[in-house]
């Protein structure tokens, strides 16, 4: 069974910057994409990036594209978001998820139907 577990949320000014991480137990995913969505109040859960296994491919949602930064570390099980640059419309809460289909898949998906495992989630308040 997968277990991920996000943290690094908080408050933070607007125009300020947060890092979340996501930890990943049993079981590797370093031959998995690995995504990050996140979910405002009253409204449905959004893509904001995703990684393949290898981490040499990335997307993002064009909200956060040029300010969020995925990435991660194999070697530890986790997976990062730089967030810089943060906007009050940015405040949600944010889930770290596992795609674990098709080992070393090329390919990553925005689609949250395309993911297995999901975390607990971590808020980010972003005060303009």
């Known amino acids: 069974q997968v277990q991920l577990v996000e943290s690094g949320g908080g408050l933070v000014q607007a125009g300020g910057s947060l890092r979340l991480s996501c930890a990943a137990s049993g079981r590797t995913l370093s031959s998995y994409a690995m995504g990050w969505f996140r979910q405002a109040p009253g409204k449905e859960r959004e893509f904001v990036a995703a990684i393949s296994w290898s981490g040499d491919i990335t997307y993002y949602a064009d909200s956060v594209k040029g300010r969020f930064t995925i990435s991660r570390d194999n070697a530890k099980n986790t997976v990062s978001l730089q967030m810089n640059s943060l906007k009050s419309e940015d405040t949600a809460v944010y889930y770290c998820?596992?795609?674990?289909?098709?080992?070393?898949?090329?390919?990553?998906?925005?689609?949250?139907?395309?993911?297995?495992?999901w975390g607990q989630g971590t808020q980010v308040t972003v005060s303009s």
């Open positions: 998820a596992a795609d674990i289909r098709y080992p070393y898949n090329r390919v990553v998906h925005g689609n949250p139907a395309h993911y297995d495992y």
